[in-house]
């Protein structure tokens, strides 16, 4: 069993920055491949971004590549997404995702974080 823990959403303006983290439980952090999913009022939740066991691959959707970037502490249980240049576009409830394999899809997620908002003001 692992618990995923969100924080640091909230109310910024666009072009603004915030740093999300995801704290997990357990000493089998490094077993598991990560990702970032975020759900938008109304919209089917969609990837945002992934990351491997080890750290040395990432990939993100198209439309936060070279804003957006993940990574991980393998010794502090913790996966993050820094957030730069953000985008009313952006505004979501953005969701940790834990699996076996890249969570680049919801199939491939075996347990999810309870979600933080992160809200983008123009």
């Known amino acids: 069993q692992v618990q995923l823990v969100e924080s640091g959403g909230g109310l910024v303006q666009a072009g603004g920055s915030l740093r999300l983290s995801c704290a997990a439980s357990?000493?089998?952090?490094?077993?598991?491949?990560m990702g970032w999913f975020r759900q938008a009022p109304g919209k089917e939740r969609e990837f945002v971004a992934a990351?491997?066991?080890?750290?040395?691959?990432?990939d993100y959707t198209d439309s936060v590549k070279g804003r957006f970037t993940i990574a991980r502490d393998n010794a502090k249980n913790t996966v993050y997404l820094e957030m730069n240049s953000l985008k009313p576009e952006d505004t979501a409830v953005y969701y940790c995702?834990?699996?076996?394999?890249?969570?680049?899809?919801?199939?491939?997620?075996?347990?999810w974080g309870q979600g933080t908002q992160v809200t983008v003001s123009s």
């Open positions: 990351i491997s066991k080890s750290g040395g691959r990432t």
């Open positions: 357990g000493r089998t952090f490094s077993s598991y491949a």
């Open positions: 995702a834990a699996g076996s394999f890249m969570v680049q899809v919801a199939r491939l997620v075996n347990y």
